[in-house]
């Protein structure tokens, strides 16, 4: 996410403007100001009620235009409409859409500002409304920043009430039994005698209504699906090898690409032998891209056999080198002229008294690196321009395609594919803009182009590093003061950079997860300092908060040691925010705080909110002469309402698993201006062997419902370094930790 | 080349070195076999060839000529699942599900030739597949019940 925020920032005066002039903000879409996509080319006899709905005499369709990498927001979104349209899962399609300025994403607006997720003040929230009414007026669609659930919560429930509110006042048009009379179940109206006439053959007459607005949403209390497990529509599909991702769409007449493009990102290509591989078996062409070259062949494994084959000559790249640069460029951005921002000053740090710690800590590259490789199909005619691809910034993309073929953007079309894995990636454009490079240039053919592995690690723009420089005192058996500066790139600032925006302000992401803390310390200053932009980065799964939240959290850990404090008793002390209290309560409960342990074994705690989620995780270890072995990991986790509690349960054990397996072992470093890692052998994160058992537990005490997909990623690293500690004595300042110390 | 994929013959002219996975993916049109890493890393490509799991991007076009292949599209369907299949589906296993047509080639294998495996071994056998979303306890929690699921059959 973040490219969302800044272009809402830019655009903040269309905002206000929209704010002067009436628009009524926080209703939401069943009033739609953008005109409904749906009704552009309605068949005849069916009926559209708003952007989501769909109902023709055959079949009912809901719009999910939330894209599905893997968080089952497919399901998540045609359930909140489910709920209230009150048609029951297998009754119903359920389409990505077109992409369409309708599904703007209205929760983006919460991560756009400098705000702590807590605070709930009129002209906070009123300030969050004006920045929802720019990317409205924007129509920008996105995924993103763990806000499918919470940009869908209402206006999706609301759209299905909608739709059931108008095929009711259709059915009692055609009957002449009044609406209060009429029930609904399972697609249709119900009589008072009994008698049901399904949706679908309602359709036509529902399209000569005018659709009903405003509808009473249910209590949860008369919620049937939402809250309940739910079987996931995408599961049969991929337990059977049958639902196809964008990697295996087929397009009539459809070739195979694959590229190469400088290694040393942003470089150009010199020049490049062929070195035969035009004439290998199965070749078709071979092009030239920006800053690369592709192979255009029959099959992808020729494809990736002949782009073996070529020798190119690469330019230097616009960063540094070597990854020891790279940190130097960090340590010496912690000065005045390169402050970011200073995000909260309370107390006086410099003035408070008592025993003073200091220390020092680093957070590295670290790839996307998602199972399906990058790959997109492109066809380029003089007319049109066609992708299949899977994609979270859906708008972006036809706006940067159109730029790239020259053609009107309306004449763009997207049709979005189901992914394998993003962790950010999908943010990205440049793997559909390289298959739009090659596709116009044999307009007419579709092209298939898919990245080797090689390719995928070469080209990834991976997680900034980071380094965090602390002190804090501690006295009485207290920590009374803490101050943390992180330096860094701005994620935010290279990502827009490569769709054209430079970023005004502050960068929110690189003290995310630090100085949002809800601790109540007497004296706390956070600051953060830009470095310059280095090699460059993108959004990786919970963005700034898994470096500047194991800055922030281990060193507290270390405060509350020196102080001789209880780890979990300590932060209990100082939070001071009711729902994030209860989060480290329950898992304090959860994990039998401060019950015995054996020799060799430890426990750490550790607690971060981002993404508006409080978090709380415990993570058990054992060290034995072979490493150490993490036993067992609990998480508690405030998303305000658990839409499905075995979606929710899968994407908290997803989070904590990511945590934990980059923080053990996974680094991006660059040498001779290339990524030195090429495959999962080298950055691999969790297998099963390390994975512990894994005890959750959902709480619904925050008044916003919050997203999961990121939420659990932050606390994992800061939990386990922590554990390892209390099993050794060995404090790890540095991810990946497995330089410091092995794992078994 | 000929091979018997999911009990039917089926003839690619491929070369000899062309790794399995390509014949199925771009050859025959069997899309469920999934490239990954290309180097035997992740696990994604697994397939049973005379009845062992086997990563299908390692294994050469030649090599595989006149064998009994087995893909993810042959083990079950979505009407008539296979054991594992259904304990997937009950455990609800998959999220973004790119690795899990190779996970559960490789949980079938590992049953045929354990049928009752302990955690430990399930975790040695099943280490080698890469899961990026991290399902691996729910992995764990299904290979049990397919194994129940196979017993009682």
Redesign the interface.
């Known amino acids: 996410m973040g490219r969302l925020r800044t272009i809402g920032r830019r655009s903040f005066l269309i905002g206000s403007a929209a704010v002067m002039g009436g628009v009524a903000f926080g209703t939401y879409m069943v009033q739609a100001p953008h005109d409904n996509p749906l009704a552009k080319d309605l068949a005849e006899g069916s009926a559209t009620f708003n952007p989501w709905v769909l109902i023709s005499p055959e079949k009912i369709t809901l719009i999910a235009p939330h894209a599905d990498k893997g968080q089952g927001v497919s399901s998540a979104q045609a359930a909140l409409i489910a709920e209230e349209l009150d048609v029951e899962f297998g009754q119903f399609e359920v389409s990505f859409g077109k992409p369409d300025p309708a599904y703007w994403n209205h929760a983006m607006s919460e991560e756009g500002l400098p705000f702590k997720s807590t605070d709930d003040r009129w002209a906070v929230e009123r300030a969050r409304a004006t920045m929802g009414g720019a990317l409205k007026v924007m129509g920008m669609q996105g995924t993103g920043g763990s806000t499918a659930m919470a940009d869908s919560f209402h206006k999706l429930r609301e759209a299905g009430a909608a739709a059931r509110e108008t095929l009711k006042l259709a059915a009692s048009n055609r009957t002449g039994v009044p609406v209060s009379e009429l029930k609904t179940a399972n697609a249709a109206v119900q009589l008072p005698d009994g008698t049901e006439i399904k949706y679908t053959e309602l359709a036509g007459e529902a399209a000569q209504i005018e659709p009903v607005r405003f509808v009473k949403l249910r209590d949860p209390s008369e919620w049937r699906l939402i809250g309940k497990p739910m079987q996931r529509l995408d599961i049969l599909g991929k337990s059977t090898g049958t639902l196809d991702y964008g990697i295996d769409v087929e397009i009539e007449g459809m070739v195979h690409a694959t590229i190469c493009v400088n290694p040393r990102q942003g470089g150009v290509m010199k020049g490049y032998k062929e070195n035969g591989a035009r004439e290998m078996r199965g070749v078709i062409d071979i092009v030239e891209i920006t800053n690369g070259v592709a192979v255009v062949a029959d099959n992808t494994w020729r494809a990736f056999q002949a782009i073996n084959a070529i020798e190119c000559d690469w330019g230097d790249a616009p960063y540094p080198h070597e990854q020891a640069d790279h940190w130097t460029a960090i340590e010496d951005s912690f000065v005045e002229a390169q402050l970011d921002d200073e995000w909260r000053n309370d107390g006086d740090v410099d003035a408070a008294s008592g025993e003073e710690i200091t220390a020092e800590y680093r957070s590295p590259y670290v790839a996307h690196a998602p199972m399906e490789p990058l790959n997109a199909i492109v066809q380029v005619t003089d007319a049109r321009v066609d992708i299949w691809t899977g994609h979270q910034m859906p708008i972006i993309l036809e706006q940067q395609i159109a730029a790239l073929t020259e053609h009107d953007v309306e004449n763009v079309h997207f049709h979005n594919q189901w992914i394998g894995g993003s962790f950010g990636h999908r943010l990205e454009l440049d793997y559909i803009k390289q298959a739009a490079e090659i596709a116009n240039q044999m307009r007419g053919t579709p092209v298939k182009m898919t990245y080797t592995r090689e390719e995928d690690f070469a080209h990834d723009f991976p997680r900034h590093i980071a380094m965090g420089r602390a002190s804090g005192k501690v006295a009485d058996g207290k920590v009374v003061s803490m101050s943390l500066d992180i330096a860094a790139p701005s994620v935010l600032g290279s990502q827009m950079s490569r769709v054209g925006i430079t970023v005004p302000g502050a960068d929110a992401q690189i003290p995310a997860g630090s100085w949002n803390n809800p601790y109540a310390l007497a004296n706390f200053r956070m600051r953060s300092y830009r470095a310059p932009e280095l090699a460059p980065v993108s959004s990786w799964r919970a963005v700034g908060a898994p470096g500047a939240g194991f800055f922030f959290d281990s060193f507290l850990d270390e405060l509350i040691h020196a102080a001789g404090a209880d780890p979990m008793e300590e932060r209990l002390r100082l939070i001071n925010h009711k729902p994030s209290r209860k989060v480290l309560e329950e898992v304090a409960a959860l994990s039998n705080w401060g019950s015995e342990m054996g020799e060799n074994q430890g426990r750490g705690v550790a607690f971060i909110e981002s993404f508006g989620a409080p978090v709380a995780e415990v993570i058990e270890v054992t060290q034995s002469d072979a490493g150490i072995k993490i036993d067992k990991a609990f998480v508690v986790a405030d998303v305000g309402t658990v839409v499905d509690p075995i979606n929710f349960e899968n994407l908290v054990m997803g989070g904590a698993i990511f945590g934990m397996g980059h923080a053990m072992n996974c680094e991006i470093t660059y040498s001779d201006g290339m990524a030195e890692q090429s495959n999962y052998h080298a950055h691999e994160a969790m297998r099963m062997y390390q994975c512990p058992e894994i005890v959750i537990k959902g709480l619904e005490n925050g008044h916003k419902i919050r997203g999961m997909g990121e939420p659990t990623v932050p606390p994992a690293a800061p939990a386990l370094g922590n554990a390892i500690f209390a099993a050794t004595g060995q404090r790890i300042r540095e991810m990946p930790f497995h330089k410091h110390i092995d794992f078994v | 080349m000929e091979f018997t994929v999911n009990g039917e013959k089926r003839e690619a002219d491929?070369?000899y070195d062309?790794?399995l996975?390509?014949v199925l993916?771009?050859?025959l049109?069997l899309?469920?076999?999934?490239?990954?890493?290309?180097?035997a890393?992740?696990g994604?490509c697994t397939v049973h060839v005379d009845g062992v799991a086997v990563r299908s991007c390692q294994l050469a076009a030649g090599e595989a000529e006149g064998s009994d292949i087995t893909?993810?599209?042959g083990l079950?369907?979505?009407e008539t699942?296979h054991a594992v299949?259904e304990a997937?589906?009950e455990h609800?296993?998959?999220?973004?599900?790119?690795?899990?047509?190779g996970q559960?080639m490789q949980a079938a294998a590992l049953l045929d030739q354990d049928p009752e495996p302990s955690d430990e071994v399930?975790?040695?056998v099943?280490?080698?597949?890469?899961?990026?979303?991290?399902?691996?306890?729910?992995?764990?929690a299904a290979v049990h019940t397919a194994a129940k699921k196979l017993q009682e059959a």
């Open positions: 491929v070369e062309m790794p996975l390509w993916r771009d050859e049109g899309k469920g076999t999934k490239y990954g890493c290309g180097v890393q992740c994604a893909t993810i599209e079950g369907t979505p699942l299949q997937w589906v609800q296993v998959a999220q973004c599900g790119y690795c899990q047509s559960i399930i975790d040695i099943m280490s080698g597949n890469l899961c990026r979303c991290g399902t691996y306890p729910r992995i764990r």
